[in-house]
């Protein structure tokens, strides 16, 4: 059908700006010889995992299980839960996807590595175990260092486990506002994770996977001569709040385009400089501000509750009346992207593709 004709609210995809972003870090990857294993919390939909794997991707990481379970469901070979799992229930289920593909998680605790090593020998298989190292972030992860070295140590002396790598990623690098502060945080990860990789070596133990890096950072982690996986997921789609981080020459960032909007009818007109669509908080994430209005100028997103946005509509704007499509950029595209069921994938102005977001809600 024409996208004028998609009932409302609807995520819509660019597909035509989606391949482009898909192909441009394929080619990072190429150039650099890192290999890129996509973040599946951006889109939770296997058909999407599956075309980045097509274009060399090594596999996927995710956060929770219920992702994992979906994407081996999907078809997906390679999964790394870049996380923590805690909790008898949660590694048995993900040692028992072990049976159909390769499946590796995070550690930061000798504990966690006891109980994923029960886990895996309940199946008989053998789960690749990752330490994380905490190289600013502040969230999980051990020490770099030692502290490191001492957990790896006992993963390889774990029945049912083997020493993964690392998991070194710097999330709050990911948004701040220049280039070179980016910059400068991720060299001091950089050096934190090399110092620790050699002192793996020492031990004896290699390091097949020194993971981390996102969508704001890659092209520091990628020419580093350490990390050897990326693990960028809103590369795909872009949002708002990536595309106000300053660029290397520009204040905005515009490695990747636009591609995923949020499709609004226009549902009151009460007046001259007031429109109000049906999209709101249930269609998009607010947390990272309101969502830009893509195409027109002069209008923007003043205010959003449950089921309307409402919208300024400048002087110079072109004239909106009700039964209007208005795309919307979201702030944040990964909750944005849990609040719907389906992709509308869109090209030449008519519907192509629907794509099931088959890991929405999977936060187990």
Same mark, same amino acid.
């Given at each position: 059908?024409?996208?004028?004709?998609?009932? &409302?609210?609807?995520?819509?995809?660019?597909?035509?700006?989606?391949?482009?972003?898909?192909?441009?870090?394929?080619?990072?990857?190429?150039?650099?010889?890192?290999?890129?294993?996509?973040?599946?919390? &951006?889109?939770?939909?296997?058909?999407? $995992?599956?075309?980045?794997?097509?274009?060399?991707?090594?596999?996927?990481?995710?956060?929770?299980?219920?992702?994992?379970?979906?994407?081996?469901?999907?078809?997906?070979?390679?999964?790394?839960?870049?996380?923590?799992?805690?909790?008898?229930?949660?590694?048995?289920?993900?040692?028992?996807?072990?049976?159909?593909?390769?499946?590796?998680?995070?550690?930061?605790?000798?504990?966690?590595?006891?109980?994923?090593?029960?886990?895996?020998?309940?199946?008989?298989?053998?789960? $690749?175990?990752?330490?994380?190292?905490?190289?600013?972030?502040?969230?999980?992860?051990?020490?770099?260092?030692?502290?490191?070295?001492?957990?790896?140590?006992?993963?390889?002396?774990?029945?049912?486990?083997?020493?993964?790598?690392?998991? $070194?990623?710097?999330?709050?690098?990911?948004?701040?506002?220049?280039?070179?502060?980016?910059?400068?945080?991720?060299?001091?990860?950089?050096?934190?994770?090399?110092?620790?990789?050699?002192?793996?070596?020492?031990?004896?133990?290699?390091?097949?996977?020194?993971?981390?890096?996102?969508?704001?950072?890659?092209?520091?982690?990628?020419?580093?001569?350490?990390?050897?996986?990326?693990?960028?997921?809103?590369?795909?789609?872009?949002?708002?709040?990536?595309?106000?981080?300053?660029?290397?020459?520009?204040?905005?960032?515009?490695?990747?385009?636009?591609?995923?909007?949020?499709?609004? &009818?226009?549902?009151?007109?009460?007046?001259?400089?007031?429109?109000?669509?049906?999209?709101?908080?249930?269609?998009?994430?607010?947390?990272?501000?309101?969502?830009?209005?893509?195409?027109?100028?002069?209008?923007?997103?003043?205010?959003?509750?449950?089921?309307?946005?409402?919208?300024?509509?400048?002087?110079?704007?072109?004239?909106?009346?009700?039964?209007?499509?208005?795309?919307?950029?979201?702030?944040?595209?990964?909750?944005?992207?849990?609040?719907?069921?389906?992709?509308?994938?869109?090209?030449?102005?008519?519907?192509?593709?629907?794509?099931?977001?088959?890991?929405?809600?999977?936060?187990?």
């Amino acid at each position: 059908m024409p996208v004028g004709d998609v009932d &409302t609210p609807a995520l819509l995809l660019d597909l035509d700006a989606f391949d482009r972003n898909l192909r441009k870090m394929a080619e990072v990857s190429r150039r650099t010889g890192v290999r890129v294993r996509p973040h599946t919390k &951006t889109h939770k939909c296997p058909v999407i $995992a599956m075309k980045q794997i097509e274009l060399g991707a090594v596999g996927q990481c995710c956060q929770k299980v219920g992702e994992a379970e979906i994407l081996v469901a999907g078809g997906v070979r390679n999964v790394l839960v870049s996380n923590e799992v805690v909790g008898d229930r949660k590694l048995l289920r993900l040692a028992a996807l072990a049976r159909d593909a390769e499946i590796g998680l995070c550690v930061d605790a000798p504990e966690q590595v006891e109980a994923a090593g029960r886990a895996a020998r309940e199946f008989g298989v053998e789960l $690749a175990a990752l330490v994380e190292i905490d190289v600013g972030m502040t969230r999980c992860g051990v020490a770099p260092g030692e502290p490191a070295v001492a957990l790896a140590k006992q993963i390889a002396a774990t029945r049912g486990l083997r020493f993964g790598g690392l998991q $070194a990623y710097h999330g709050t690098a990911q948004h701040l506002p220049t280039w070179g502060e980016r910059e400068a945080a991720i060299a001091i990860a950089v050096e934190k994770t090399r110092a620790t990789v050699a002192a793996l070596a020492a031990a004896g133990l290699a390091c097949p996977i020194v993971g981390g890096a996102g969508t704001g950072t890659f092209q520091f982690e990628s020419t580093s001569g350490v990390y050897n996986e990326l693990q960028v997921g809103s590369y795909v789609f872009m949002d708002t709040d990536y595309a106000r981080i300053g660029g290397k020459t520009s204040n905005r960032y515009d490695e990747f385009d636009h591609s995923l909007f949020v499709l609004a &009818t226009v549902m009151s007109r009460p007046t001259a400089d007031r429109a109000v669509v049906d999209a709101g908080l249930k269609s998009y994430s607010m947390e990272k501000g309101v969502p830009w209005v893509h195409g027109l100028d002069d209008v923007e997103v003043t205010g959003v509750s449950d089921e309307h946005g409402r919208l300024r509509v400048g002087a110079g704007a072109k004239p909106l009346k009700l039964g209007d499509k208005v795309w919307l950029i979201p702030g944040h595209c990964d909750p944005t992207v849990n609040l719907h069921d389906w992709y509308v994938g869109v090209r030449n102005g008519r519907v192509e593709a629907l794509w099931p977001i088959a890991a929405r809600g999977c936060s187990h």
